[in-house]
């Protein structure tokens, strides 16, 4: 049974369509009330294609304001399931343009097929934009990426010779890790990347429309994204990429369960993950990642750098967020929070704090028996904030019974100033929040002895404050991470504690040696800027996808 196009009326008296599916059920390709309407979403779209693909057509609302825009060389095809719609463009829309149009419907797709082919394959060096109509494409995927990965396939994407390392295409915004990226690839490559700044477009169609445009200019070898910012929440990145033969790549350095409650559907085996904490990899690979790979955090030599002596005022300082009060409050709204779960995240919490290897869900699951409760929900969106909730508030609970003990040795705290006297008192010393890109180095550079505590999302992965407060000039003494024993050699470039009551005989040693500071520091920047810059971190990409 083939599926069925029915014509109505919408309340606005304009022409609309539905499908009728062979089991019965109807999906609208157009609005019941105001098809017109679309036009509104595309207004942001422009023409720039040599060639322009319309990848589903319906009525034409949505080109209703744009059609006229086409520039008279572009070679059009018109993609649609129906061949109703088909002609209905091509007896009104595009009657009155100059235009060469080609059609393809679902009936039509075999014969005319090798005509369009011969034509892509004759204008290599032409840049294709394929425009799609959402619904009609959504009803059909199937149908439209077939035909466009067809047509658009390889005879046509000519690429390019490569000239230098592994050319990326970075997804650019005002993410933490992207600029350091971007400084890195430049200095491997003598020349900066292209990015795909993604926070510009203004909408659906110019964010698909400008990637399209930006990889076939740039030609890249693959897209480099960190913590998935840039991917789009329907898949068109991925489905992008893929119609190119790019592979897409994610570094990680937050946990990867939040982030992937979006954008799971759309995992390829065609995509890389890279993860700075190990005990993510099997979930990675079990959402099903092409390649997992290790990939620990670096320090950037342009944001951090020794320059000339050190001069502390401060005796000893904590630059980070308390992890509590709004912190936490703004976890809660992501999911049906109770307050009859408030014993579930304190036991759990405690539990994880004291065997910090063990999966948050086992832990959850453990805490949730011997309470006798019942979770008001069983969905995977739920649960996920659930976990992320407990695994913060555990570091809200470690970084307390870390820094309360301290308060009688003069810690001073930066950032979140309200959070740090909600969770340790109004009497403890504070200072406002630091920027990291303009602030930090500084910051670190006037504290004798900077504390490192990590955040309870790493079993065992080192944070960013191992690098960078080395890197500047000062001195760190960390909580002891697995990973520090394998990027450090403890004693000689790092000073790791276990507890508190060794913590305070360390800091007491530390805060009258100066030569002591000094010769763990030396070492450390030493190790850095030999293994542990962004610099390093690429390469090691880049070993990793060849």
Not at 152 to 176: D, E, I, M, W
Not at 248 to 262: A, E, G, K
Not at 352 to 361: E, G, R, Y
């Amino acid at each position: 049974m083939q599926d069925t196009l029915e014509l109505f009326t919408a309340s606005s008296g304009k022409p609309s369509a539905r499908v009728v599916l062979p089991d019965q059920t109807s999906r609208h390709i157009h609005s019941t009330v105001k098809p017109e309407a679309e036009a509104d979403y595309f207004q942001s779209l422009h023409f720039w294609g040599d060639i322009i693909i319309f990848a589903g057509i319906g009525l034409g609302y949505h080109l209703s304001e744009k059609i006229s825009q086409i520039p008279p060389a572009a070679l059009v095809i018109i993609l649609d399931y129906f061949d109703e719609f088909i002609s209905n463009a091509i007896n009104n829309s595009f009657s009155s343009l100059p235009n060469k149009v080609y059609t393809l419907s679902e009936s039509t797709y075999q014969q005319n097929r090798q005509q369009i082919q011969t034509i892509l394959k004759n204008n290599r060096t032409s840049l294709i934009q394929i425009i799609k109509h959402p619904a009609s494409f959504d009803i059909h995927r199937g149908f439209y990426d077939a035909v466009l990965s067809d047509i658009c396939s390889a005879p046509h994407q000519t690429p390019a010779k490569k000239t230098r390392a592994q050319n990326v295409l970075l997804l650019y915004g005002r993410f933490f890790l992207q600029e350091e990226c971007r400084r890195a690839f430049t200095e491997i490559n003598k020349d900066a990347p292209p990015l795909f700044h993604y926070e510009t477009p203004a909408s659906m169609p110019e964010y698909e429309s400008l990637l399209q445009k930006t990889i076939q200019k740039e030609k890249p070898d693959f897209i480099l994204s960190i913590n998935m910012k840039g991917f789009d929440g329907s898949g068109t990145l991925p489905e992008t990429a893929s119609r190119y033969g790019l592979p897409l790549v994610v570094w990680f350095v937050d946990d990867p369960h939040p982030i992937l409650l979006q954008q799971k559907q759309f995992i390829s085996n065609r995509m890389t993950a890279l993860c700075w904490e190990k005990a993510y990899i099997p979930y990675l690979k079990a959402c099903g990642f092409g390649s997992v790979e290790y990939l620990p955090l670096a320090a950037d030599p342009a944001l951090f750098s020794a320059s000339g002596p050190v001069s502390p005022t401060i005796p000893l300082g904590f630059v980070g967020t308390s992890m509590s009060g709004e912190y936490l409050a703004h976890i809660k709204t992501r999911f049906l929070w109770s307050d009859n779960l408030v014993p579930l995240v304190d036991k759990a919490s405690e539990e994880l704090l004291a065997d910090p290897p063990k999966k948050i869900s086992a832990v959850i699951h453990k805490a949730i028996d011997e309470l006798s409760i019942n979770l008001p929900f069983t969905d995977e969106r739920n649960f996920t904030w659930l976990c992320s909730y407990i695994i913060h508030t555990a570091s809200m609970k470690k970084r307390k019974a870390t820094l309360m003990p301290l308060l009688s040795c003069g810690i001073e705290l930066f950032g979140d100033p309200d959070g740090w006297r909600e969770l340790l008192g109004t009497t403890c010393v504070t200072h406002p929040a630091v920027d990291y890109n303009h602030q930090l180095c500084t910051t670190y550079r006037s504290i004798m002895v900077n504390l490192n505590i990590t955040s309870c999302q790493m079993p065992s992965a080192v944070n960013q404050r191992i690098f960078d407060i080395p890197l500047s000039g000062s001195f760190v003494i960390s909580d002891n991470q697995p990973d520090c024993a394998e990027l450090f050699e403890t004693g000689k470039e790092i000073i790791i504690y276990k507890n508190i009551a060794e913590l305070k005989d360390i800091l007491e040693y530390y805060k009258k040696s100066a030569s002591g500071r000094s010769s763990i520091v030396d070492a450390a920047i030493k190790r850095i800027r030999e293994q542990h810059t962004y610099y390093h971190r690429i390469q090691s990409m880049l070993q990793l996808l060849d």
